[in-house]
């Protein structure tokens, strides 16, 4: 009988946020595949867990997965664990998870820390609809497509990134959202913990000045519905309205459907469309 995968949450910086549930866990399981396990020994050591480790990170990911896949399906009880937060999240721990699947391997997790959600609700920002981008791609033509995909998105959007990366990505919001909210969550649950609640123009300002220090989540405000409306518009006022016939019908609407649409982006009636059309 195959035994289960158990995704701890970890702490985000503050120890007191171990859940009791995790503590107990790892201490019962056969292994802890770990991130880092130089980083990871300071924690069980705080919490007296003598569990037996081994390395599961980005770079052998693949291949340590089906070694650990192949010991849970011997029965060994399994935990994974990151260097701080929930496995799995900007994690390679979806790779362990996906093969676990695909062999009927049990897998639950035990909720806790997660830097994201913390971030998102210390915010001000809206909390309704989000989206989580993690780290901005390192590929430059990729990294240009997410920036560009972001600049319509509506929900608020969550990001990590590191210190010595700020400055280069808030002016690439910049030059790619323009001038929007954003709260910058520094150093999450540790002793020099900060929320600043500002402007990606103010945040840039403010960065240029102050060399930036510790681990960042930045949440930044999406695109309101007027904006996009107003965006929406101006398109229309550009096409033909057969270009804004073709437009509907290209989507599978049928022409009477498409006529009604058609109208109501415009602001007239329908009979105005169908007189143009027949004309």
């Not at 949450?9 to 171990?18: E, K, S």
């Not at 056969?30 to 300071?42: C, F, L, Y």
């Not at 960065?207 to 398109?235: D, M, N, T, W």
Request: glycine share 6%; hydrophobic share 35%.
């Amino acid at each position: 009988m195959a035994g289960t995968l158990y995704l701890c949450a970890t702490p985000i910086g503050n120890l007191q946020d171990m859940t009791r549930r995790v503590i107990e866990t790892l201490r019962a399981v056969d292994v802890i595949a770990a991130e880092d396990t130089r980083n990871s020994i300071k924690l069980l050591n705080h919490f007296d867990i003598h569990t037996p480790m081994t390395s599961y990170h980005e770079y052998n990911k693949v291949e340590k997965a089906e070694q650990l896949v192949g010991q849970l399906l011997e029965g060994k009880q399994i935990a994974l664990i990151t260097d701080a937060g929930t496995p799995a999240i900007s994690d390679p721990g979806e790779v362990l998870v996906r093969m676990c699947q695909e062999r009927n391997v049990p897998v639950t997790s035990l909720p806790g820390p997660c830097a994201c959600i913390t971030a998102l609700t210390l915010s001000g920002l809206s909390t309704r609809r989000f989206c989580f981008e993690g780290f901005l791609p390192a590929d430059r033509k990729e990294r240009r497509m997410v920036l560009e995909e972001l600049k319509q998105e509506s929900r608020t959007m969550i990001l990590y990134e590191a210190p010595h990366h700020l400055k280069g990505t808030l002016e690439e919001l910049y030059d790619s959202l323009g001038n929007r909210r954003i709260t910058l969550c520094r150093e999450l649950t540790k002793r020099f913990e900060n929320i600043m609640p500002t402007t990606l123009e103010q945040a840039l300002a403010y960065y240029k000045a102050e060399e930036p220090r510790g681990e960042f989540v930045l949440v930044l405000e999406g695109k309101s519905f007027q904006e996009l409306r107003q965006e929406e518009i101006a398109s229309w006022e550009t096409m033909t309205i057969e270009e804004h016939m073709a437009h509907y019908e290209g989507q599978g609407m049928d022409r009477k459907s498409a006529m009604k649409q058609v109208a109501r982006d415009r602001g007239v009636g329908k009979r105005e469309i169908y007189a143009h059309l027949c004309s």
